[in-house]
């Protein structure tokens, strides 16, 4: 099995910065991807941005230009730079990554998620 082990989230004011990071540990070959979801009140989860165990990226419209993904693969760490952060921003953030295992199968992983709440 997978665990993913995440810490950054906190209380900040609008125009402040979070750093999110996700650890990714167990019976782990290789990730294919490792990204971040975050789901508000009353609304469903919604991918903020993935990485690619190459480095390809994809963001969210709402998010391009102020936060930044990134990955560490000799660490099977994937971190998230949040910057310019708005009150929309207000949501749980949930770390997940797709693993292949020594079995050759794919399987998704999620952290227990992290609060991030943004303070006009």
């Known amino acids: 099995q997978v665990q993913l082990v995440e810490s950054g989230g906190s209380l900040v004011q609008a125009g402040g910065t979070l750093r999110l990071s996700c650890a990714a540990s167990?019976?782990?070959?290789?990730?294919?991807?490792m990204g971040w979801y975050r789901q508000a009140p009353g609304k469903q989860r919604e991918l903020v941005a993935i990485?690619?165990?190459?480095?390809?990226?994809n963001y969210a419209d709402s998010v391009k230009g102020r936060f930044t993904c990134s990955r560490d693969n000799a660490k099977n760490t994937v971190y998230l730079q949040m910057n310019s952060l708005k009150p929309e921003d207000t949501a749980v953030y949930y770390c997940?990554?797709?693993?292949?295992?020594?079995?050759?199968?794919?399987?998704?992983?999620w952290g227990q998620g992290t609060q991030v709440t943004v303070s006009s």
């Open positions: 990485i690619s165990s190459g480095g390809r990226i």
């Open positions: 997940n990554a797709k693993v292949v295992d020594y079995s050759g199968s794919y399987k998704d992983y």
């Open positions: 167990g019976s782990i070959l290789s990730i294919t991807h």
